[in-house]
């Protein structure tokens, strides 16, 4: 009931084109039998983080809808809330991403635990990943079935790694994610500080990419080879700005995307602390938005 209520709420206040399911990327290894609390002035903590083969023995492919049931109620309650009149989108983290809080253990400037997992432990680091990958294919299907009208993977750490690296442990999980899915539903991908992906993912059978704030539009478009759907990329902090200049900023940026094949958002989560009429502004400068 929360949950749906969370995800209504800004489209009864604001109105957008679609809305996004409240849901945490947490739920996954939470699922696959790893602890996963919320601390207050920490945020994730995994109390028992997978650092070796060992470790991995206990985690599991869960029953979707034994595990993680709540989560198609949750979509039933908001499908009727949203009664067929805008998209609900339903989303999930990144194996690679998800990785990354199940070896650190929390949030960290460069997990560097979890690289260091990868790196000395390869083969069960890409157990770990295949694993996430199954569970995360299996819920996504569910998530559509519920009822869900597209579906996001937000890789928040791909940047961590070098291209080469990210190939390895991230972006080829993703792709059997998007193979899978793709059938299904419109696959959004995102991975932030990932540009250097930007030309694998567009050829990848995804509908469209998330661009975050350090790739500009120019190069976005170049990147991908202009015939794909962008989507993003205000930075989210800009949002501290005065409204006045938020408004004169997502005009810019809707002007530099082009207002075709293009979704106007942020260009990776909001954060908890922004005024409420700095997000208005944002939202009413796209709708006010004509191209000049």
Request: hydrophobic share 40%; aromatic share 10%; glycine share 8%.
């Amino acid at each position: 009931e929360l949950a749906s209520e969370i995800t209504v709420q800004p489209i009864r206040r604001y109105g957008m084109d679609a809305a996004i399911l409240f849901s945490d990327l947490l739920v996954i290894p939470q699922a696959m039998n790893i602890a996963v609390e919320m601390r207050p002035d920490i945020g994730p903590w995994l109390p028992n983080p997978i650092r070796s083969q060992k470790d991995l023995d206990s985690v599991i492919v869960p029953d979707i809808h034994q595990s993680l049931g709540y989560v198609m109620e949750a979509i039933k309650m908001t499908k009727e809330k949203l009664n067929d009149e805008i998209p609900l989108i339903g989303f999930a983290g990144s194996p690679w991403t998800i990785l990354c809080y199940c070896v650190q253990g929390q949030g960290s400037k460069n997990f560097d635990k979890a690289k260091q997992f990868c790196f000395t432990q390869p083969v069960a680091a890409h157990e770990l990943l295949q694993k996430i990958t199954d569970t995360t294919i299996a819920y996504l299907k569910e998530k559509v079935a519920a009822g869900v009208d597209a579906v996001q993977v937000f890789d928040s750490w791909g940047g961590m790694l070098s291209p080469v690296d990210y190939g390895e442990f991230s972006w080829q999980y993703i792709q059997q994610i998007i193979d899978a899915l793709k059938d299904h539903a419109p696959v959004i991908a995102f991975g932030k500080g990932c540009w250097f992906a930007l030309d694998t993912m567009a050829k990848s059978g995804a509908s469209a990419l998330g661009i975050d704030w350090t790739c500009s539009a120019q190069n976005a478009r170049y990147l991908t080879g202009g015939n794909i759907t962008l989507q993003g990329n205000f930075d989210p902090t800009r949002l501290f700005s005065p409204p006045k200049e938020i408004k004169k900023q997502v005009k810019q940026m809707i002007d530099a995307f082009g207002k075709d094949r293009y979704i106007v958002n942020l260009g990776h989560g909001i954060l908890p602390n922004i005024p409420i009429e700095n997000a208005a502004a944002f939202i009413e400068a796209v709708k006010e938005y004509k191209a000049t």
